[in-house]
């Protein structure tokens, strides 16, 4: 009996010795190259829309990656809407009498994550904040994330000035 009670002792002291040693979360570093997204102070009336992840030939063929988008008119809302070989692509309703729709359409890796803020300078000068949070913790996809990052803003004066920038924070780990 006594026998059992040392080799239980030693089988226990291993299994916690194992247990600690091992490492059970990968080691990672963030890299941030847009920290004052958190902080910034955006506008309440905005509203975000993620409504299209989909691939540029579904849609016009204006579309490109990178492009920018203002649109205050149904004319330019209209030329946007996919071709016919696509069915089940939807834009965000909206109403362009009160308000103006802007975007940048982006192609990121598939687990990215886009958070979007828009600032208000002045009158007449606006920044709008889209951060690509990559942060997969050593789980992978083969699959790309595109994006119009749509951001719905009251109805902004002919002569505004949107500058959009892009930032991304990235996880890295070893695995």
């Known amino acids: 009996m006594n026998y059992l009670k040392k080799y239980g002792?030693?089988?226990?002291?291993?299994?916690a010795s194992i247990v600690y040693s091992c490492d059970v979360a990968p080691d990672c570093s963030t890299t941030d190259d847009m920290e004052e997204f958190e902080s910034a102070e955006h506008l309440e009336e905005a509203a975000i829309y993620d409504s299209i992840f989909l691939l540029p030939h579904g849609l016009s063929t204006s579309v490109?990656?990178?492009q920018e988008y203002r649109i205050d008119t149904e004319e330019a809302y209209q030329a946007l809407f996919p071709t016919e070989n696509c069915p089940d692509c939807r834009l965000p309703p909206i109403n362009l009498d009160t308000h103006t729709l802007i975007g940048k359409y982006l192609n990121e890796a598939c687990l990215s994550v886009f958070a979007r803020k828009i600032i208000k300078i002045d009158e007449t000068h606006y920044r709008y904040l889209i951060k690509v949070i990559k942060d997969s913790?050593?789980?992978t996809a083969t699959?790309?994330?595109f994006s119009f990052n749509f951001i719905a803003v009251p109805k902004l004066p002919a002569d505004a000035?949107?500058?959009i920038e892009v930032g991304?924070?990235?996880v890295e780990c070893e695995c």
């Open 9 to 15: 002792f030693f089988t226990l002291l291993l299994f």
């Open 64 to 66: 490109q990656i990178g």
């Open 137 to 139: 913790r050593c789980v």
């Open 143 to 145: 699959c790309l994330n």
């Open 161 to 163: 000035e949107v500058e």
């Open 168 to 170: 991304h924070r990235l």
